[in-house]
């Protein structure tokens, strides 16, 4: 099971924004982030814990490890308003967390 | 390009079956596994199940297991999810999805655009 916090945050552009994900128990690194915008598909964004997925800007990275990994945003942009989800990998059933709706102030 | 082109929005009532595709393109379809994910209306992500296509072993979330079914036609690159009697609470969107590396089930890098399936008597 993951836990993602907080459900919603309210920032402003340019600020630095952290969405923490915690597991149950210990997983590998195999630990995804997700961006999702309304009616669209997710996309990825973060893979085995760290990794920039292709194409994704450097203002998004991740970090953790075992049973708690973040994502940070250093610098909020107009196009990073959306729902964010981490997603583990590790073992079945493959979960996601509950979501982060990013809001603007 | 990869893609993955998802059936067109279903509207069925309690009880109905339903089967729902995706279909691959610009890659080896039976390499990579498939995965489905339901979203249900303002609500979260859900994995459904995964799919490899060379042998078609499945893996079912628990809660799911035993009433939706997952299958693949090798001949036409497709990919299905199914259901033999609906239920209300299966209203959602549904996405299919595929990792970013062939023979293993790890991050999903590509997706379909989604079917909305809506079950209402």
């Known amino acids: 099971q993951l836990t993602q916090s907080p459900s919603f945050l309210s920032a402003s552009v340019g600020e630095r924004v952290t969405i923490t994900c915690r597991a149950s128990?210990?997983?590998?690194?195999?630990f995804a982030w997700y961006q999702q915008k309304p009616g669209k598909a997710p996309k990825l964004l973060i893979y085995d814990v760290f990794q920039l997925q292709s194409g994704v800007p450097s203002r998004f990275s991740g970090s953790g490890s075992a049973t708690e990994f973040t994502l940070t945003i250093s610098s909020l942009q107009p196009e990073d308003f959306a729902t964010y989800y981490c997603?583990?990998?590790?073992?079945?059933?493959?979960?996601f967390g509950g979501g982060t709706k990013v809001e603007t102030k | 390009e990869v893609r993955l082109v998802q059936s067109g929005a279903e509207v069925k009532k309690p009880g109905e079956s339903l089967k729902i595709s995706c279909q691959a393109s610009g890659y080896t379809f039976p390499s990579y596994w498939i995965a489905w994910v339901r979203q249900m209306p303002g609500e979260g992500l859900e994995w459904v199940g995964t799919i490899y296509p060379r042998d078609s072993d499945a893996k079912y979330n628990p809660a799911l297991e035993g009433h939706v079914s997952l299958s693949v036609d090798q001949s036409i690159n497709t990919a299905y999810l199914h259901w033999r009697s609906l239920k209300a609470s299966d209203s959602a969107m549904y996405f299919c999805?595929?990792?970013?590396?062939?023979?293993?089930?790890?991050?999903?890098?590509?997706w379909g655009q989604g079917t909305m399936v809506t079950v209402s008597s």
């Open positions: 128990q210990g997983i590998s690194n195999k």
């Open positions: 997603q583990q990998l590790h073992l079945y059933p493959l979960t």
């Open positions: 999805a595929r990792p970013s590396l062939p023979g293993v089930v790890n991050v999903f890098e590509t």
